[in-house]
């Protein structure tokens, strides 16, 4: 080779950039090794000096760059879910999957706009639980401190159900500082036998609607004939979680199945009583299972009047009490693509508040968030106080939804 055609070939790069990334398709399986949409930029190398003599040179290999970028289909999927005017029912997985892996920003983004569409993106349910029966439960649900045989490692110790009186008194406490719904739990699996206890809880019920307040209990299990008593006291929801999806259900609870619960939901929605169900994130569930949870919901025969999501507090003596803080990016991403499928329902942030900053609740009703749980406790954990939730309103421009008069969209 003469000198010239070898000093040519010694002054080109010694590498080229990758070629053109390809696309992800969105699937069950997928969605469940990645949570988030996490793009890697290319980085083409330089190019090389000349180089002279006897140098070894180990030319690098190019390495295709995945991203999980939204192809055709699963853009299109989300295009026609933020363009409709009506909720619908009959969501696929692979629908949802499609929305829940959408790039984070702009899925805010896109749920943002069927917020507003929807709803008054200023308006905020405050709600207020209290614990009427604290402990005692005979369920094994993994993350719930109120399960008897948790309660050596949890200390919780079972008290019998609070007065009517003692009730109403916290309900008018919580109407004073804001609160519009004043809910009310009580640690059992079913209402079987209860029949003192379901009268008593009647007039509790009759009592804060009196107060002009929205009334929702959560009593565990309940039957057609218990959920017309609770319809005729003026109920106004009845709280039944899901949790998660069919498939995990069995690695948190064993004592109650996801039929069960279904089944409670379905007694409550025939007597006429709003449906409250959502779902807890951070049991160890993966993200395929987030998307079998939200599944479950938006195709129930109509959606859920409100849908709570709890990130897992974790409490010492559970089964669940070691496990790791949920990053925050999965309950974001959760609560847009609840906004983006239902978007109608009241999206609740609900246990788990407490340890997120001002700005990532912000963030959170950006993305359709318009409920969040206000008080002393949350039965068996911490709430943020009143106080504090009227600051960060006033300093974010927010306003307390009114009680049954929920303000129709601005646009």
């Not at 007039?203 to 804060?208: E, F, N, P, Y």
């Not at 948190?252 to 409670?264: G, N």
């Not at 951070?282 to 959606?303: F, K």
Request: net charge positive; aromatic share 6%.
């Amino acid at each position: 080779m003469n000198p010239a055609h070898l000093l040519r070939r010694l002054t080109e790069p010694l590498s080229r950039a990758a070629p053109r990334s390809h696309l992800r398709s969105f699937t069950a399986v997928s969605s469940r090794t990645s949570a988030a949409a996490a793009v890697q930029p290319q980085h083409p190398h330089q190019s090389s000096f000349p180089v002279f003599g006897p140098v070894s040179v180990s030319v690098p290999v190019p390495v295709p760059v995945e991203h999980d970028a939204p192809g055709p289909t699963a853009r299109a999927i989300l295009r026609d879910a933020v363009s409709a005017n009506q909720p619908r029912s009959n969501w696929t997985r692979d629908e949802i999957a499609a929305i829940h892996s959408h790039p984070l920003m702009d899925l805010v983004h896109q749920a943002s706009i069927v917020h507003r569409r929807f709803h008054n993106p200023a308006e905020v349910q405050l709600c207020t639980l209290m614990n009427i029966k604290t402990g005692g439960c005979t369920e094994d649900c993994s993350y719930c401190a109120q399960a008897t045989r948790y309660q050596k490692g949890t200390g919780l110790q079972a008290k019998k159900v609070e007065t009517v009186e003692s009730v109403l008194a916290a309900a008018r406490e919580a109407r004073a500082n804001g609160s519009t719904r004043f809910c009310m739990g009580a640690a059992w699996r079913d209402m079987r036998g209860r029949k003192n206890s379901l009268r008593n809880i009647a007039d509790m019920i009759k009592g804060v609607r009196a107060l002009g307040m929205e009334a929702c209990v959560t009593l565990g299990m309940i039957d057609g004939e218990q959920a017309r008593e609770l319809k005729a006291a003026g109920l106004t929801a009845y709280n039944h979680n899901v949790d998660t999806s069919r498939e995990f259900y069995p690695s948190v609870i064993s004592t109650r199945t996801y039929d069960e619960r279904l089944q409670t939901l379905s007694h409550v929605r025939d007597a006429g009583i709003n449906v409250c169900s959502g779902g807890i994130l951070g049991l160890g569930e993966t993200t395929t299972d987030r998307v079998g949870l939200l599944h479950t919901v938006s195709t129930l025969p109509t959606h859920p009047e409100s849908f709570p999501v709890n990130a897992l507090v974790p409490i010492k003596g559970t089964p669940l009490g070691d496990r790791p803080p949920l990053d925050f990016t999965n309950m974001l991403r959760t609560i847009a693509t609840a906004r983006v499928i239902m978007p109608a329902t009241i999206v609740r942030i609900a246990a788990g508040r407490k340890t997120m900053s001002e700005e990532k609740q912000a963030l959170c009703f950006m993305a359709g968030a318009n409920a969040i749980f206000t008080g002393e406790k949350m039965l068996t954990t911490e709430c943020n106080g009143w106080d504090e939730d009227k600051v960060m309103f006033d300093r974010w421009g927010l306003k307390p939804m009114k009680s049954f008069d929920k303000s129709p969209p601005t646009s």
